[in-house]
């Protein structure tokens, strides 16, 4: 649990996919709490579940069991205008730095999109996203231009600013940077870091990458097949995990140095073979 009063917090969350007759059952009873100002890693290989508690406390999946709170307001059935209210304090950046945005819309109009939605006014509106432009490194000569006249990295940087233009409490960054290559994802994370210090807002930072949530995390939960198998401090689960799943994502996480990253190959190899055998 967070030192903190949590402002997110999932209880036993079940989330079910398929009929009702033969449930394929994907989240298993997870509890997990994230703080006011705080970064909670969600780390797992693809399938693992990670993706699907960050669409469930948006509400784009529905819940089977459990509860979901949100500064102490149950949130697990919202739906309707109420749902909608919600996205001032939630909001989220998905992975995909080409698809998540319009090609037919300018960035000015995809930035001023949520708070025109809120009834802000066009010069308000105007002010608010050359200010967050401004945050995210970007000139404010890009208001007319297209996502197809960007890099991915750029991409995703207007994506944040479309996060933060209504100034929520809790943004899921859902892969935020494994679409990006190395150089590019240190100076996104780097931002995430500068932003999360200057406005208070806090992360769900979901990712496969131990060594990415390492650099940006203040606890770390990892999950393995729809269950929690260990959660505790970012420092101590990226370097010295202890259930064997999480040595296997450690592992797994590429390094600079070949002979390291060798190491760790071998490492994971055996680790898998012990898995396979047990």
């Known amino acids: 649990m967070s030192e903190h009063a949590p402002l997110l917090k999932t209880e036993n969350v079940v989330v079910e996919y398929g009929s009702r007759r033969k449930p394929n059952r994907v989240l298993h009873e997870v509890s997990l709490d994230v703080g006011a100002g705080e970064c909670v890693g969600l780390v797992g290989e693809s399938g693992s579940g990670k993706s699907t508690l960050g669409k469930a406390i948006l ?48 960035v000015g109009e995809i930035l001023s999109e949520p ?33 197809s006249e960007f890099s991915g990295g750029q991409r995703q940087r207007i994506a944040i600013a479309r996060a933060l233009v209504r100034r929520p409490r809790l943004i899921i960054c859902d892969e935020p940077v494994s679409a990006l290559d190395l150089t590019t994802q240190a100076t996104v994370l780097d931002l995430l870091i500068e932003l999360q210090r200057d406005t208070g807002v806090s992360y769900l930072f979901v990712s496969h990458d131990l060594g990415v949530v390492r650099r940006i995390c203040h606890r770390v939960a990892v999950m393995y097949r729809g269950d929690l198998v260990e959660i505790g401090d970012g420092e101590q689960v990226t370097r ?13 996480s590429p390094v600079a140095d070949p002979a390291r990253q060798a190491e760790r190959r071998a490492e994971w190899l ?8 047990a």
Request: aromatic share 4%.
């Open 115 to 147: 708070l025109s939605t809120a009834g802000t006014g066009r010069t308000e509106a105007r002010r608010i996203v050359s200010e967050m432009l401004e945050r995210v490194n970007l000139p404010g000569n890009v208001l007319d231009r297209y996502p």
């Open 240 to 252: 010295d995990p202890q259930h064997p799943y999480s040595r296997r994502l450690l592992a797994a």
């Open 270 to 277: 055996e680790l898998r073979e012990a898995h396979v055998t």
């Open 59 to 106: 509400g784009l999946v529905p819940v089977a069991g459990g509860r979901i709170e949100f500064d102490g307001r149950d949130i697990t059935h919202l739906k309707g205008r109420a749902r909608r209210e919600l996205a001032s304090e939630i909001q989220v950046v998905f992975q995909d730095p080409y698809g998540s945005l319009n090609p037919m819309m300018t």
